[in-house]
């Protein structure tokens, strides 16, 4: 059984910072894209970052670039996302998703093999 269990989540002011991790379970985590997606209340789920099973492979969404970071720990079955400088507008339930391949290319296509249960990120002005 795959599981994906997100972590770091919480209420913080504009301007501050936060470490989301993923951990995962189940599956051979170096074969797979694992993206970072957000939902704010009442809109649609978006890709704000992703890692590809690729070394260096990472994207990030033009309203978080510079401000967030996303790494892999693979021993541990980690991803990280370090978040600085937020602002209101990264107010959201964040979730971790597994592509169906090792391209963010997967991820970034909507093609997800498996979901988190998501963090709640609140950034306050």
């Known amino acids: 059984e795959v599981k994906l269990e997100e972590s770091g989540g919480g209420l913080v002011q504009a301007g501050g910072s936060l470490r989301l991790s993923c951990s995962a379970s189940?599956?051979?985590?170096?074969?797979?894209?694992i993206g970072w997606f957000r939902q704010a209340l009442g809109k649609g789920r978006e890709e704000v970052s992703c890692?590809?099973?690729?070394?260096?492979?990472?994207y990030h969404t033009d309203s978080v670039m510079g401000r967030f970071t996303i790494s892999t720990d693979i021993a541990k079955k980690t991803v990280y996302l370090e978040m600085g400088t937020l602002k209101p507008e990264d107010t959201g339930i964040y979730y971790c998703?597994?592509?169906?391949?090792?391209?963010?290319?997967?991820?970034?296509?909507?093609?997800?093999?498996?979901w988190g249960q998501g963090t709640q990120v609140t950034v306050s002005s």
């Open positions: 189940g599956l051979s985590f170096d074969d797979y894209a």
């Open positions: 890692i590809s099973s690729i070394p260096g492979g990472t």
């Open positions: 998703a597994v592509g169906s391949v090792g391209s963010c290319l997967s991820t970034m296509a909507g093609a997800v093999k498996y």
